[in-house]
């Protein structure tokens, strides 16, 4: 057989994610790749810290690009900060929270979970009802945009309940940062973790990841030894420190981190504020699209997430055969429904560059024909 160079179909990516990269961050990509260590290169991952710092309103001097996708994101947050024999309070709604769980059990941790119903949000009162229950807690752990189900927890008053019990938060904001109000410092979040190909639209494989100084602290006086050598912040942080020499850890992915400063700095320009405002006026356009077409949203109004739509899949539809003609005659990729959603919901991402208005327009009238 021969094997020829690759071209993918170019496609519309409206699911859970990686979402449309813009062609200014691929063209980022194809520049010429330099050293790691050189001194150009060092100087624009200073630009992607403080990219970042603006992105997630922080001003924590520990915010960084982990060099792989969002679910080691997760992993570094709990392999560097919880140790063996600790409580963790997991609030579980969905995939990503049973995740979390599993990132606590597996570092001999015990995770009390808080459970909430799919599609509905984390609840505050179960929450501090559990650090009643268990005074022993030292983290709470929460994912704020839940992409299994669509749905948005309240990252701020869920914070406020751990710091009330002197506990660090663990937040997940893979799906959240860059397409709803998330601000950091304000929030008092202590770890954070996010991806770089949902609402940030850069291609996949890198996590930003910031870490407050009650973290660090609880970093710089544990009892025991890391057990990732790879996701040991201690180790990367004098890659991505400031001042003085970077010692050498692992290689970064070059050409990915001047697409994450490509999409950083898009996001800058447009300002943050205007990317959420976005989000929401193209959800807005989608939910009345929808709705002309009989399609219902899972998630209540007041918990929906503008970047990631949960649809009941109208009685009688093919799942499979939907999506699959959306593929192929119109090169549009809706996501399929994940858990107890698998079979029953379409996921329709409006994330990043995909939150346009012909995104939208594209998709209301690719289900219209197919559904017909
Ligand atoms: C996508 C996602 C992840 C995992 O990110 P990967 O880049 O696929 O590893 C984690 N949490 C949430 C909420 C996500 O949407």
């Known amino acids: 057989m021969t094997i020829s160079s690759f071209h993918p179909t170019p496609r519309t990516l409206m699911g859970p994610g990686p979402s449309d990269v813009?062609?200014?961050?691929?063209?980022?990509?194809?520049?010429?790749?330099?050293?790691?260590?050189?001194?150009?290169?060092?100087?624009?991952?200073?630009?992607v810290k403080e990219l970042l710092q603006y992105a997630f309103q922080t001003k924590n001097e520990f915010t960084i690009a982990v060099s792989a996708p969002g679910s080691a994101g997760m992993e570094t947050?709990?392999?560097?900060?919880?140790?063996?024999?600790?409580?963790?309070?997991?609030?579980?709604?969905?995939?990503?929270?049973?995740?979390?769980?599993?990132?606590v059990e597996r570092l001999g941790a015990t995770a009390i979970v808080v459970s909430d119903e799919w599609g509905k949000p984390v609840d505050p009162k179960k929450v501090t009802q559990a650090f009643i229950d268990h005074p022993e807690a030292k983290f709470l752990a929460f994912v704020h945009a839940e992409t299994s189900t669509g749905a948005l927890s309240d990252a701020k008053?869920?914070?406020?309940i751990a710091q009330q019990?002197?506990?660090?938060?663990?937040?997940?904001?893979v799906t959240s940062l860059g397409g709803v109000e998330l601000r950091v410092d304000d929030w008092g979040i202590d770890a954070i973790y996010a991806g770089s190909q949902k609402c940030l639209s850069c291609v996949p494989g890198i996590s930003p990841v910031s870490f407050g100084p009650r973290a660090i602290e609880k970093l710089n006086n544990r009892?025991?030894?890391?057990?990732?050598w790879f996701l040991d912040q201690t180790l990367?942080?004098?890659?991505?420190?400031?001042?003085?020499?970077?010692?050498?850890?692992?290689?970064?992915?070059?050409?990915?981190?001047?697409?994450?400063?490509?999409?950083?700095?898009?996001?800058?320009?447009?300002g943050l504020e205007n990317a959420w405002a976005r989000h929401k006026t193209q959800h807005e356009a989608l939910k009345a699209?929808?709705?002309?077409?009989?399609?219902?949203?899972?998630?209540?109004?007041?918990?929906?997430?503008?970047?990631?739509?949960?649809?009941?899949?109208?009685?009688?539809?093919?799942?499979?055969?939907?999506?699959?003609t959306l593929l192929q005659e119109f090169n549009l990729e809706i996501g399929a429904g994940l858990g107890v959603f698998a079979g029953k919901a379409w996921r329709i991402g409006l994330m990043g560059y995909a939150a346009r208005s012909e995104n939208v327009a594209l998709c209301l009238a690719a289900l219209k024909s197919v559904l017909k």
């Open 22 to 47: 813009s062609p200014r961050v691929l063209s980022a990509l194809g520049r010429p790749t330099i050293g790691h260590l050189d001194p150009e290169f060092i100087g624009m991952m200073d630009e």
């Open 223 to 228: 009892s025991s030894k890391i057990p990732s």
């Open 157 to 160: 008053t869920l914070c406020q």
């Open 289 to 324: 699209g929808l709705k002309d077409l009989g399609i219902e949203f899972i998630v209540d109004e007041a918990h929906r997430l503008p970047q990631l739509n949960t649809v009941l899949i109208p009685d009688g539809v093919d799942d499979a055969a939907v999506r699959n």
């Open 236 to 270: 990367v942080m004098g890659y991505w420190s400031g001042k003085g020499k970077r010692s050498y850890h692992h290689t970064a992915p070059v050409n990915s981190l001047y697409a994450l400063h490509e999409s950083l700095l898009m996001l800058q320009n447009e």
């Open 77 to 103: 947050c709990f392999v560097n900060l919880v140790e063996a024999g600790e409580t963790v309070i997991v609030c579980v709604n969905g995939v990503f929270g049973m995740r979390m769980v599993e990132n």
């Open 165 to 173: 019990h002197d506990a660090l938060t663990i937040v997940d904001a």
